[in-house]
């Protein structure tokens, strides 16, 4: 890691792969848990393993509304009549089954002993209190058997794990109502620039409306973070370090947009140096060139660019990856697939992080599109694509070429 300010005034880029190392290794996890109910666990980080105490399904049970017998009743072909013995509901047990009869059984209700088939309704008729229908039947057939989802003392999740609908599903299938997770990460953000203003208030003469705010305290949530959300903070040294001084002494991690570049208007970078330290990268990569990273007053800081598209992009790349490190997450970097280019692309000095969607062509087959415009204030980008398409710096790509492809799904969750 450079000291501040070196990187930029050499002109050296900080390779992509060697600025996230450099982010990942500063991180402190938050080692904090709290018990929380299963139904506010949804988007948490498991912080203990979960073991199952009981088995998944308890019982063999059937996989059908039918007629459960015993197997050696139905091995031979042709046509077999047994009368019908009893009734067995789901959430009833039923006697041991009479050999050389049918049990009438619902989906669910367990199997009673002696039979090891359930015949599906559809396959029989019934008349005059038994049913008819054709052999053979092999053992098993139709049974769902104990334990075969979960079984008892299994471990199901691992700590780390971030816990969605499914997880949640999984969870109560063994019987647990509240979940140990970790401590919600708390990040504390603002956003400079002179420039903005609230949406719903009327555009003055070079004003913009400050959309940073929505798409970053969106990805926090969507991240289970708590939110403490300065707003919008002008241009100026004395505002910036006030602000910085605010958020830092209630947050775990502050997260800014704008101000990072060299501009005479650009306040992070002298305000977090006033307050704390700063290494700054110029990173080899497109959009999203500056990043500053520091702590102020002990308090980690992520200084993001200003531009909407670049700030979504470092986000997806950068600050979404932190993040799951602090919360405890076992794998914080996302997956890439590769897939079919349906585009064309001239290389270019930095690696590129390029907009797109997957579709499909005219055979069926899956390819990725890319946003027309590409440009990293060009923020209609990020809404219309799905995921990202990293090109190597120095590569150039021909429609049918394969391209590492990313969804925003997994570098986000
Ligand atoms: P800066 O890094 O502060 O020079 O900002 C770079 C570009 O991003 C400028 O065009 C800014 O107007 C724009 N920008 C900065 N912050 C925001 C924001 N919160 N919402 C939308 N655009 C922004
Ligand atoms: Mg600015």
Redesign the pocket.
């Known amino acids: 890691m450079s000291a501040c300010g070196c990187d930029s005034v050499k002109g050296h880029l900080t390779p992509y792969r060697e600025a996230l190392e450099n982010l990942l290794n500063a991180v402190v996890p938050e080692r904090q848990t709290e018990t929380v109910a299963l139904a506010d666990a949804l988007d948490r980080v498991l912080a203990v393993p979960l073991i199952s105490t009981v088995d998944v399904p308890p019982a063999d049970n059937s996989a059908m509304d039918g007629y459960a017998v015993n197997s050696a009743d139905v091995s031979y072909s042709g046509e077999i009549r047994l009368p019908v013995s009893q009734r067995i509901p789901a959430g009833e047990v039923g006697s041991p089954l009479q050999r050389g009869s049918a049990a009438r059984i619902f989906t669910g209700a367990p199997i009673p002993e002696n039979a090891d088939v359930v015949i599906m309704q559809e396959h029989v008729h019934v008349d005059d209190g038994a049913i008819v229908f054709d052999g053979p039947y092999a053992p098993n057939t139709n049974v769902r058997f104990a334990a075969e989802d979960i079984a008892k003392g299994a471990q199901i999740l691992e700590a780390g794990t971030r816990l969605r609908a499914q997880e949640l599903g999984v969870a109560a299938s063994i019987g647990y109502s509240r979940l140990e997770v970790f401590k919600r990460v708390k990040a504390g953000v603002f ?3 002179d ?2 203003i609230e949406p719903g208030q009327a555009l003055g003469p070079g004003q ?6 929505y798409t970053i305290v969106g990805l926090l949530k969507s991240l289970g973070c708590e939110i403490i959300d300065l707003g ?1 903070v002008g ?1 100026t040294f004395d505002a910036t370090c006030q602000a910085l001084e605010e958020v830092s002494a209630k947050a775990d991690l502050v997260i800014t ?5 060299v ?1 005479e ?2 306040y992070i970078r002298a305000a977090v140096e006033a307050l704390g330290t700063l290494d700054m990268w110029r990173v080899k990569i497109k959009p999203g060139k ?1 990043l500053a990273f520091g702590q102020v007053n002990g308090t980690p800081f992520l200084g993001l ?4 598209a ?2 979504f992009v470092t986000f997806c790349l950068f600050v979404s990856p932190y993040i799951k490190c602090m919360q405890g997450i076992r794998n914080p970097v996302a997956t890439s697939i590769p897939v079919k280019a349906d585009f064309k692309w001239t290389a270019g000095k930095r690696r590129e992080f390029v907009r797109a969607r997957l579709t499909q062509d005219a055979d069926g087959q899956t390819v990725a599109q890319i946003y027309h415009h590409q440009g990293s ?1 060009v ?1 209609a980008s990020t809404s219309w694509s799905d995921g990202l398409i990293m090109i190597p710096e120095g590569v150039s790509v021909e429609p049918g070429e394969r391209v590492d492809y990313t969804a925003f799904s997994s570098l986000l969750a």
């Open positions: 956003f400079t620039g420039e903005l913009i409306y400050d959309s940073n705010r919008i241009d947009s704008g101000g990072v570049s501009g208007e650009d500056p660019p200003g531009n909407p670049a700030v204030g923020l």
